[in-house]
């Protein structure tokens, strides 16, 4: 990604903050977090990626996000001085449900690793201590 599209995300993601923060009042909007916006390299498109808070609800949010859109898109266009305000599109954003299962997986390791260690302290060798062949005795019969 160029530096100016760097940028340029940066200031949507501050402004759509911003405006969400202060000028959205739909009351079916929940406590949403803006955590990253991609823009083309043309800077037609910008993807608002958020979360939204677990005790709030996912659909309504986005149903208010939805109905907002074009707001946030003339915030943007004005606040920006752009001959064409980007096009804006809201997409969940999967990190606290990737983060939940990575946090899951850690415990499932973490205890196996328990019982591993347990196992490894109880265990026997699988077979005689002394496992080398060695010459028979003489005075042994075979």
């Known amino acids: 990604m160029a530096v100016w599209t760097e940028k340029l995300a940066d ?20 406590f949403v977090t803006i ?8 800077g037609r498109e910008a993807t608002v990626f958020y979360t939204v808070l677990d005790g709030s ?11 907002a859109k074009g ?11 752009m001959k064409f305000a980007p096009t804006l599109t809201f997409v969940r954003d999967a990190i606290p449900e990737t983060s939940k299962e990575m946090e899951e997986l850690m415990a499932r390791v973490h205890d196996l690793d ?29």
């Open 57 to 67: 609800d996912q659909a309504s949010s986005a149903a208010a996000l939805e109905s």
């Open 35 to 42: 955590t990253e916006v991609k823009v083309t390299g043309d």
């Open 11 to 30: 200031q949507i993601r501050d402004i759509v903050a911003l405006m969400l923060a202060r000028r959205i009042k739909d009351p079916r909007l929940g």
């Open 114 to 142: 328990a019982e591993l260690a347990t196992r490894r302290v109880e265990g026997a060798y699988a077979g005689d201590p002394d496992p080398y062949k060695k010459p028979a005795d003489e005075d042994e019969p075979e």
């Open 71 to 81: 707001m946030l898109r003339t915030a943007v266009g004005k606040k920006l001085g």
